[in-house]
């Protein structure tokens, strides 16, 4: 048995002329929270299903728990939960009807799958809801039952494909908080999302664009790689500062947030003199150097190849 | 107000859906066309060649003489011959012929005296059949020698009918059995061909696949709550029916289910096999349709299967509605049991074997 959980080796998926995932590289350790970012359309739900073996790669090989993918699908089935994008629980069925359903599934025992439920029910706060219809629940009550389902045999690897997109920041919280006992019990979690705060939580990030994973790394790592980078511009006029900024050479992107500009360079400066001569000299604008944030490094790597807009 | 305008929007969006859906494109066309070929050609209210067979007791001439005859008459088709009125009768019963010519042994004094001179026993359980049967009681008979005169003209009876299962002749007593067929067709195909197109367009089925239930556990379990189903709807229709209609029941319970069970399987997994094969429910309920009309239309339920053509009737031995009709008039109307009609139900069970196979084949853990 090797160290890591999942292993990709240039795996690449096409539709037609497509390329939807391509070359990526991972390597992801036992018990870890694993992160992928991307924008809509990057890839990220084309590259779990590889990783759980519903989608047949066009190149490349992949290793999860030791299975091969996708000869070795159906093993690896018994040991992995996955949660999907899309709500795909039954409906017409009750909270509890789908878990007894799934855990019928997998095989559990009455006993256990009673227990097991019970547990669960509790765990994510769904003992009120366990006769309500699935689709006469909110978003957010049915992203926790469909986690509790996707729990229910105890798999070693789960797949979260943007589990929280229809759930309000204290739900997300307290949803990052199971997340963390689940992986602190030693299941290996990979989450993909759009949300920065999100991706921030993980252990280890990649992030995604256009089907390429760009950079991979602990999230801190990644911000502190643009030390300097970042300077945050305070003052009048800053539609036009922007304006000006942007043809220059030196700088990535600028973008406006409230009353500030935030400017990533390509390059760090050392001193906010050099950064101030940029600028246009009749304003009397307050400039100094911010802390990187993951959006920065967001916009880092995918505009790292593109000409500034 | 109408606006012209956003008729047009919606009809222009209609027509576009249409053009991405071949096989609804493909419905249109084909389901007038089918039912051109089925309505003109296959489906044939004049009956002919009706299987028959034979018993001679005589060994005379002139037995051949007017078996010679009654076969110019295209009605029947002579497909055996027997030595015993007891075997005849037993064939009767089986299905394998739907009337028997018995000559007796004193034919030649018959005809000396001008008597009627044979016995027909007729299934008369399809009234279509045995009306067409019924005709040639008084077809005139031209013997050579040995006849009064005036015998056997348009006047007077050449044979004597014995009307088996169904005196009266009641057309109830055929469809009511049929009915179940038909209904059982109609709902088993319908819930299955859904079954798995519904999953696919919730989106339950990416969750299906990942868990570690095999494509075969999936199908049979999706099955056996619509065998229930189709028993309820059995008991319906001959326990009601028949009470309401008056319909005899000759055969044997057993017999019965073990027909009706065979054939709700054999309608479950061609409606599985749909399921496989469309992408919507809108096309699985299309297919279904398409299957639908050939399968009732052809199986003998409204129109008698031996007036068919060959070629239609080679079509319909492809549909299991054609079997089950045989099977249950055969079982309920006629008392037959099981080992009469063996190649029916073999033929149902290995259809619902092959087509299971071939519904969990297509179906692949995989989304690609
Ligand atoms: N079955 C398919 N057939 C054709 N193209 C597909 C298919 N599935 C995905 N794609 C394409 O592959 C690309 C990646 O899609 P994918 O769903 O993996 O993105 P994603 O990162 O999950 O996006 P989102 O954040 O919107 O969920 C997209 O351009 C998409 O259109
Ligand atoms: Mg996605």
């Not at chain 1, 878990?99 to 006993?111: E, K, T």
């Not at chain 2, 089986?94 to 009337?99: L, S, T, V, Y």
Request: hydrophobic residues 45%; glycine residues 8%; proline residues 5%.
């Amino acid at each position: 048995m090797t160290d890591a959980a999942i292993v990709a080796n240039g795996l690449t998926r096409r539709f037609g002329d497509l390329v939807a995932v391509n070359d990526v590289d991972l390597e992801i350790a036992h018990g870890q929270i694993y992160g992928f970012l991307g924008p809509n359309g990057s890839g990220k739900t084309t590259l779990i299903r590889m990783l759980c073996g519903l989608l047949t790669p066009s190149a490349g090989t992949a290793r999860a728990l030791d299975f091969q993918l996708p000869e070795q699908a159906e093993p690896l089935r018994r040991r992995i939960g996955y949660m999907t994008q899309k709500f795909s629980l039954f409906d017409d069925l009750s909270c509890k009807e789908n878990l007894n359903f799934l855990a019928r599934i997998y095989g559990l025992d009455n006993s256990q799958r009673q227990m097991r439920i019970t547990t669960l029910l509790n765990q994510f706060n769904l003992e009120p809801l366990s006769s309500r219809q699935a689709g006469a629940m909110s978003g957010g009550q049915r992203q926790r039952l469909a986690l509790a389902a996707a729990t229910l045999h105890e798999p070693e690897l789960l797949f979260l494909d943007e589990p929280t997109s229809a759930v309000d920041p204290q739900n997300r919280r307290d949803f990052w908080e199971t997340l963390f006992d689940l992986s602190e019990a030693g299941t290996t979690l990979l989450v993909s999302t759009h949300y920065m705060d999100e991706a921030e939580r993980c252990h280890q990030l990649a992030i995604l664009d256009n089907g390429n994973l760009k950079t991979q790394g602990v999230p801190a790592d990644l911000m502190g790689a643009l030390k300097g980078r970042v300077i945050d511009v305070q003052g009048d006029g800053l539609r036009a500062v922007r304006q000006q900024l942007m043809t220059s050479n030196e700088v990535l992107s600028a973008a406006q947030q409230g009353d500030r500009l935030r400017v990533l360079l390509k390059k760090p400066v050392q001193d906010i003199g050099v950064f101030k001569q940029w600028l246009p000299g009749d304003q009397t604008l307050h400039c100094e150097p911010a802390k990187a944030t993951l959006e920065d490094v967001f916009v880092e790597t995918t505009q790292a190849d593109e000409t500034p807009c | 107000m109408l606006s012209l305008r956003r008729i047009n929007a919606v009809t222009l969006k209609e027509f576009a859906h249409m053009s991405r859906d071949r096989m609804t494109f493909g419905m249109i066309i084909m389901i007038p066309l089918v039912q051109l070929l089925l309505f003109g050609y296959a489906i044939n209210t004049m009956v002919r060649d009706i299987p028959i067979g034979v018993v001679d007791l005589s060994g005379s001439a002139a037995a051949r003489v007017i078996t010679e005859q009654v076969r110019v008459s295209q009605v029947v088709d002579i497909v055996a011959t027997y030595n015993t009125p007891d075997a005849a009768e037993a064939a009767i019963v089986a299905g394998e012929i739907r009337a028997a010519l018995i000559f007796p042994e004193n034919l030649p004094q018959r005809i000396a005296s001008g008597r009627t001179v044979a016995q027909w026993l007729v299934d008369a359980s399809d009234t279509m059949v045995s009306s067409a049967l019924l005709a040639l009681r008084s077809m005139p008979l031209r013997l050579e020698a040995g006849a009064p005169p005036g015998a056997y003209s348009a006047s007077t009876p050449s044979f004597e009918m014995a009307l088996l299962f169904n005196p009266e002749r009641r057309s109830e007593v055929n469809i009511v059995p049929g009915l179940t067929a038909v209904v059982l067709t109609m709902t088993m195909i319908l819930f299955t061909s859904l079954a798995l197109v519904r999953e696919r367009e919730r989106g339950n089925m990416e969750l299906l696949i990942t868990t570690p239930v095999l494509p075969l556990e999936l199908m049979i379990g999706k099955l056996l709550p619509y065998v229930l189903v189709g028993c309820v709807q059995v008991g319906i229709i001959l326990g009601l029916g028949g009470w309401i209609f008056r319909i005899p029941f000759a055969g044997s319970f057993t017999a019965l289910a073990g027909v009706t069970l065979a054939f709700i399987a054999a309608s479950l997994t061609l409606g599985l096999l749909i399921s496989t094969l469309a992408r919507t429910q809108l096309q699985a309920m299309q297919m279904t349709i398409f299957v639908l009309l050939p399968s009732i239309l052809l199986s003998g339920f409204m129109f008698p299967y031996d007036a068919m053509p060959e070629a239609a009737q080679y079509i319909a031995e492809a549909f299991p509605a054609t079997h089950y009709i045989r099977l249950v008039r055969g079982v309920v109307l006629r008392g037959a049991d099981a080992g009469h009609m063996l190649p029916d139900i073999l033929w149902l069970l290995g259809f619902t074997a092959l087509l299971l196979l071939v519904a969990s084949a297509r179906f692949h853990k995989r989304l690609d």
